[in-house]
């Protein structure tokens, strides 16, 4: 038995639903933080779920932000994402591609080849892990550690 | 049995006794508001939005498609509602605004209206949709990849994909105890088990959900998680695991006792729940999918006119 009655009220109810949904998706999107919480690396050999804040805070491991972000021209600069200079960059990003880009004396500069996004990775993740002897190891069978197809 | 008192019908005037399809809808929108108030709490402001423009997208749907096709007005049945509002929560928090009202088109047209209208339908609309959307945009059901900026207070990882890709060990630090309170994320309103349970409980009790699918789709994973842990358990989680992570409990209390997609009579309503268990279990442990209630009711949908096949013989004897 469908009367008018609940028609009424179910017209009610879902115009009342629409405007809260209206205005929690225009006032109330989920931010996103100045410090990443969670980052999701998406490679060709999977993702990789990496918690930002378990190793940069206190509620983990309590890293300094220069132990993983290297420091620029000896000095401690805000730290950035490291697609920014590790290619693959993002697509028309106007981004240096060597240190020799900006840097004019190629005395100053070490190294001037910027690393391979996933090779800096690798290194640096597996480098740390390997160091505290803990979480997934290096090792052609260990990819499956970290990388979730 | 033959009760006799039973079979006495006085004579008209009856009286309805105001019990009829929209009751059991509403009752069943009121079942599932624990589970979706304790998502609310889980995930915030974003999941309230994605539930509401849910349920209100899928009543638009409705009114639109039956104005269109010239069938009577059935939005007041409360069946749009709750297909929309179990859709919503079955999606992550963050669900973007175009997949929601996506989502709630396909389950209204191609999930309902499509064959005929309310009972129907062949599958679950809401299980359906959510089918035919996550294979459409995947990654926008990827959990772990959408509620990255969203911080927890408990380790924010999907336990279902971890278990898969990383084995046992990596669900060994959850408490089972936190995971069914709703210390995990995952759908809406799928995180938290003990309030699914409550809505459930109170549907068996009032009689709009037969216990027998129920209690089979999780005897039934629950025997085949089981074996599977006794056979390899660094391989396998156990099945207490599986019985509180993921759409399980969802999956065994609101989508697959769903009406016209389930069976009626008592053996079929245990084989379907119990079909569905195990094959949620084959799926998550063998299959290509972290979690396989989905696809599990979608299949035991697909076999249920066959195990309706199993009824009473009919009493006389055709000429």
Same mark, same amino acid.
């Given at each position: !038995?469908?009367?008018?009655?609940?028609?009424?009220?179910?017209?009610?109810?879902?115009?009342?639903?629409?405007?809260? %949904?209206?205005? $929690?998706?225009?006032?109330?999107?989920? /931010?996103? /933080?100045?410090?990443?919480?969670?980052? !999701?690396?998406?490679?060709?050999?999977?993702?990789?779920?990496?918690?930002?804040?378990?190793?940069?805070?206190?509620?983990?491991? %309590?890293?300094?932000?220069?132990? $993983?972000?290297?420091?620029?021209?000896?000095?401690?600069?805000?730290?950035?994402?490291?697609?920014?200079?590790?290619?693959?960059?993002?697509?028309?990003?106007?981004? /240096?591609?060597? $240190?020799?880009?900006?840097?004019?004396?190629?005395?100053?500069?070490?190294?001037?080849?910027?690393?391979?996004?996933?090779? %800096?990775?690798?290194?640096?993740?597996?480098?740390?892990?390997?160091?505290?002897?803990?979480? /997934?190891?290096?090792?052609?069978?260990?990819?499956?550690?970290?990388?979730?197809? | 049995?033959?009760?006799?008192?039973?079979?006495?019908?006085?004579?008209?005037?009856?009286?309805?006794?105001?019990?009829?399809?929209?009751?059991?809808?509403?009752?069943?929108?009121?079942?599932?508001?624990?589970?979706?108030?304790?998502?609310?709490?889980?995930?915030?402001?974003?999941?309230?939005?994605?539930?509401?423009?849910?349920?209100?997208?899928?009543?638009?749907?409705?009114?639109?498609?039956?104005?269109?096709?010239?069938?009577?007005?059935?939005?007041?049945?409360?069946? &749009?509602?709750?297909?929309?509002?179990?859709?919503?929560?079955?999606?992550?928090?963050?669900?973007?605004?175009?997949?929601?009202?996506?989502?709630?088109?396909?389950?209204?047209?191609?999930?309902?209206?499509?064959?005929?209208?309310?009972?129907?339908?062949?599958?679950?609309? &809401?299980?359906?949709?959510?089918?035919?959307?996550?294979?459409?945009?995947?990654?926008?059901?990827?959990?772990?990849?959408?509620?990255?900026?969203?911080?927890?207070?408990?380790? &924010?990882?999907?336990?279902?994909?971890?278990?898969?890709?990383?084995?046992?060990?990596?669900?060994?630090?959850?408490?089972?105890?936190?995971?069914?309170? #709703?210390?995990?994320?995952?759908?809406?309103? &799928?995180?938290? #088990?003990?309030?699914?349970?409550?809505?459930?409980?109170?549907?068996?009790?009032?009689?709009?959900?037969?216990?027998?699918?129920?209690?089979?789709?999780?005897?039934?994973?629950?025997?085949?998680?089981?074996?599977?842990?006794?056979?390899?358990?660094?391989?396998?989680?156990?099945?207490?695991?599986?019985?509180?992570? #993921?759409?399980?409990?969802?999956?065994?209390?609101?989508?697959?006792?769903?009406?016209?997609?389930?069976?009626?009579?008592?053996?079929?309503?245990?084989?379907?729940?119990?079909?569905?268990?195990?094959?949620?279990?084959?799926?998550?442990?063998?299959?290509?999918?972290?979690?396989?209630?989905?696809?599990?009711?979608?299949?035991?949908?697909?076999?249920?006119?066959?195990?309706?096949?199993?009824?009473?013989?009919?009493?006389?004897?055709?000429?």
């Amino acid at each position: !038995m469908i009367s008018k009655k609940h028609r009424l009220i179910v017209y009610a109810v879902s115009v009342q639903l629409l405007v809260v %949904a209206i205005v $929690c998706y225009a006032a109330f999107p989920v /931010p996103t /933080p100045e410090e990443p919480i969670r980052l !999701m690396y998406q490679t060709n050999a999977g993702k990789v779920l990496f918690d930002h804040q378990m190793h940069a805070t206190v509620k983990g491991y %309590a890293l300094a932000c220069t132990d $993983c972000h290297h420091l620029h021209g000896g000095e401690e600069i805000e730290p950035v994402s490291c697609g920014v200079c590790h290619p693959p960059r993002p697509q028309g990003a106007q981004i /240096p591609e060597s $240190c020799l880009d900006c840097h004019a004396d190629a005395a100053e500069i070490e190294k001037p080849d910027i690393m391979k996004r996933s090779d %800096a990775f690798h290194k640096q993740c597996i480098g740390c892990h390997e160091e505290f002897g803990k979480g /997934p190891q290096s090792g052609s069978n260990n990819c499956s550690k970290c990388h979730v197809l | 049995m033959n009760n006799a008192k039973k079979l006495l019908v006085s004579h008209a005037p009856f009286w309805h006794i105001g019990s009829a399809v929209p009751e059991r809808h509403y009752n069943t929108i009121i079942a599932a508001l624990p589970a979706v108030l304790m998502g609310i709490s889980v995930f915030g402001v974003p999941a309230l939005a994605v539930i509401c423009l849910s349920v209100s997208s899928a009543v638009g749907w409705e009114l639109l498609i039956t104005r269109l096709s010239k069938r009577p007005n059935t939005v007041g049945d409360g069946n &749009a509602a709750l297909i929309g509002l179990l859709f919503g929560m079955l999606l992550p928090a963050t669900a973007t605004w175009w997949l929601v009202i996506t989502g709630t088109f396909v389950a209204i047209l191609i999930g309902k209206q499509i064959f005929g209208g309310i009972g129907g339908n062949p599958f679950n609309p &809401a299980v359906l949709a959510y089918a035919i959307v996550r294979i459409s945009w995947k990654n926008y059901f990827d959990i772990d990849a959408q509620l990255l900026n969203i911080d927890f207070a408990f380790p &924010a990882f999907n336990p279902l994909v971890a278990l898969k890709a990383f084995g046992p060990d990596a669900i060994s630090q959850l408490n089972l105890g936190d995971l069914l309170i #709703g210390h995990q994320i995952g759908g809406i309103g &799928a995180v938290s #088990g003990l309030a699914i349970i409550v809505g459930g409980v109170y549907l068996i009790a009032r009689g709009f959900v037969r216990w027998e699918i129920p209690l089979a789709f999780i005897a039934g994973l629950f025997i085949t998680a089981g074996i599977f842990h006794i056979v390899d358990p660094s391989r396998y989680a156990g099945p207490i695991f599986h019985l509180v992570a #993921g759409y399980t409990l969802l999956g065994a209390f609101f989508l697959a006792p769903e009406d016209s997609s389930s069976p009626v009579n008592a053996i079929p309503m245990l084989l379907y729940g119990a079909m569905g268990g195990l094959m949620t279990m084959l799926i998550r442990n063998i299959g290509a999918y972290p979690d396989g209630v989905i696809y599990a009711i979608l299949v035991i949908n697909l076999i249920n006119p066959l195990l309706d096949k199993i009824r009473p013989k009919a009493l006389g004897k055709a000429a």
